[in-house]
């Protein structure tokens, strides 16, 4: 059991020991908020200036995966037209096959950005939570100590 003397200026008996229990933030608790919500573990575990970011990542890559999709499926529907018009003696376009697979290209990068923004929003509440408690004081000792003692002759 934990206590926390408590120096109230306004008591002049500040011996009294009250009980408190470490503020834990739950990992899986963390995870699951960042799941459903991406950027909500950040804010469960107080860490608040990394949400702008993540949001700011997963709607840049998400609102591009969107572009890059439309894109795509015009230059891909414009190819097949170029095809059954039997250009390039029914090869198609290859200007329009070039858009098409590069359209497509960069629409699978950007989703693959956007996942890894997911996936990355989901460890960061995780490890955010799990070193919640942790001491970053100036005391970096931790109460142990390492005496060497090197014989003379």
């Known amino acids: 059991m934990f206590f926390l003397h408590q120096a109230d200026s306004l008591k002049a ?24 919500l991406p950027g909500a573990g ?6 608040y200036w990394k949400v702008p970011i993540i949001l700011g990542f997963g709607g840049y890559f998400g609102t591009q995966w969107f572009r890059m ?3 795509y499926a015009n230059a891909r ?3 097949q037209e170029s095809v059954l018009a ?8 290859a200007q329009l096959l070039y858009e098409r697979d590069f359209y497509r290209d960069q629409r699978d990068r950007f989703a693959f950005y956007f996942a ?3 996936l990355l929003n989901i460890v960061d509440a995780y490890v955010g939570a799990s ?9 970096l000792s931790g109460g142990a100590s ?8």
């Open 42 to 47: 950040q804010i469960y575990t107080g860490r």
């Open 116 to 118: 890894i923004t997911y």
């Open 13 to 36: 008996d500040s011996t009294n020991a009250q009980p408190m229990s470490l503020a834990l933030k739950s990992p899986s608790t963390a995870v699951l908020l960042s799941a459903v």
């Open 131 to 139: 070193l919640y408690n942790f001491d970053v004081g100036d005391n």
């Open 69 to 71: 999709n439309d894109r």
């Open 146 to 153: 390492l005496k060497i003692s090197i014989p003379l002759r």
């Open 77 to 79: 529907s414009q190819y």
């Open 86 to 93: 039997g250009e390039n003696k029914g090869q198609g376009n």
